[in-house]
Every structure is written in C-alpha cells, then in structure tokens.
T-cell receptor, first 115, second 115 residues
Framework: DGGITQSPKYLFRKEGQNVTLSCEQN?????MYWYRQDPGQGLRLIYY???????QKGDIAEGYSVSREKKESFPLTVTSAQKNPTAFYLC??????????????FGPGTRLTVL | AQSVAQPEDQVNVAEGNPLTVKCTYS??????LFWYVQYPNRGLQFLLK????DNLVKGSYGFEAEFNKSQTSFHLKKPSALVSDSALYFC?????????????WGAGTKLIIKP
C-alpha cells in the first residue's frame, strides 16, 4: 500500500450523519483520487484533484465533498445526502499530473457501514 | 463511449498451470493500459502497464500481459499459477489523446488457484 494511508480502516455511521474519511500520502504526488467499490463492481470515481486547491467531480460525486488544502492530504466527506453510502472507499495518488502514463498508487481502503 | 470489458467474472486454474485473465477495451486513440491486483479487504496494487514499444509487458510477481492492437486486448498471463495468486484483478485504460485524467476500469475478474 506504499506511502498512502487511509483512516479509519472501518467506520460505522448512523443515518443522517456526515463522516470524513482521511487520506494522506507522503509520495509527493500531485494528483489524488477517491473511488468507491461495491461488491461485484469495478471502481467508480467520486472526486479527483490534480493540484492543491483544485478538484473535479468524478462519475458519482453526488452526496460527497472533498478538499485539497495541502498536497499530501485529500479528505472525503460522506454527507447525509448520499443515499447508499455503505461501500469500500479507496484513495489513490499519482505522480506528475500531466503524465498520463503514470500508474496510480492506492491506500488500504476504508470500509464504511451505515447502521 | 470508452469502456473496458473483463468478460469473465471468475477464472479457476489449478496450481502450476498457466493462467490468463482477459481484458478488451474500447477507447478513442491509442491507449495506456494497466493491470492491478486486489487482495481481500486491501487496496489495489499495480502489476504492470503498457505505454509503447514491445507488445509483451513484464510486471510484478511473474505476471506479463500482451497488447494486441488489432483485437483491442490486453490479456494478463502467468506461465505457472500459485495459490497465492488468488485475488481480484482489474484492467484499466486511458486514451493518450484524452485530456481527462481519469482511468476507465473493468469490473474485475476473480482468480481462484486451486492446489
């Protein structure tokens, strides 16, 4: 899982609560990503950021929010507006935002369960 | 629309036999192609990528993949499977000419290696 940490590993949320998932990288990567993974499905992109103080919506951004105030940090907030938030959340980073051939490095993931 | 297909949800192979995990893609322009592996409740690990040049790409843990432009395929292979290769495998693609920095992901193939 390299130099990307995600916390917590497991998270339980009551309906109507907002929760924030942490993602930190010490790889000095410019780009960072948040994915959602559901059983039997591939990865779906929630948000991504190519540079500090800038981020773009992915395919399933509704009900989520992010910030990128520091290069090494890209926290994801799952809001109460997200109707089905129970899933495995993966954070990734990539070196060189303009280098499209670079691979992404992934954190260990956070499993969010709504009670 | 750009897409990646992994036609097999699951592949079963006896230990010591060769394995193949299939991936086909549809993108505009020439692709960058990637394979990742995911062990249970873990993040994804990068295995290998095709950028340009030799169609046969060698990667981590003895895996290799062959890029076939005419068949738009990038199948993952290993000459002799190990029980420890059992995991979920993802193929991903990005078009070189695409200013969008997103990867297009396949749905994943579960590889089961039986002793």
């Amino acid at each position: 899982d390299g130099g990307i940490t995600q916390s917590p590993k497991y998270l339980f949320r009551k309906e109507g609560q907002n929760v924030t998932l942490s993602c930190e990288q010490n790889l000095n990567h410019d780009a960072m990503y948040w994915y959602r993974q559901d059983p039997g499905q591939g990865l779906r992109l929630i948000y991504y950021s190519q540079i500090v103080n800038d981020f773009q919506k992915g395919d399933i951004a509704e009900g989520y929010s992010v910030s990128r105030e520091k290069k090494e940090s890209f926290p994801l907030t799952v809001t109460s507006a997200q109707k089905n938030p129970t899933a495995f959340y993966l954070c990734a980073s990539r070196e060189g935002r303009a280098l499209l051939n670079n691979e992404q490095f992934f954190g260990p993931g956070t499993r969010l369960t709504v009670l | 629309a750009q897409s990646v297909a992994q036609p097999e949800d699951q592949v079963n192979v006896a230990e010591g036999n060769p394995l193949t995990v299939k991936c086909t893609y549809s993108v505009s322009g020439n692709p960058y192609l990637f394979w990742y592996v995911q062990y249970p409740n873990r993040g994804l690990q990068f295995l290998l990528k095709y950028i340009t040049g030799d169609n046969l790409v060698k990667g981590s843990y003895g895996f290799e993949a062959e890029f076939n432009k005419s068949q738009t395929s990038f199948h993952l292979k290993k000459p002799s499977a190990l029980v420890s290769d059992s995991a979920l495998y993802f193929c991903a693609v990005r078009s070189r000419g695409d200013s969008n920095y997103q990867l297009i992901w396949g749905a994943g193939t579960k590889l089961i290696i039986k002793p």
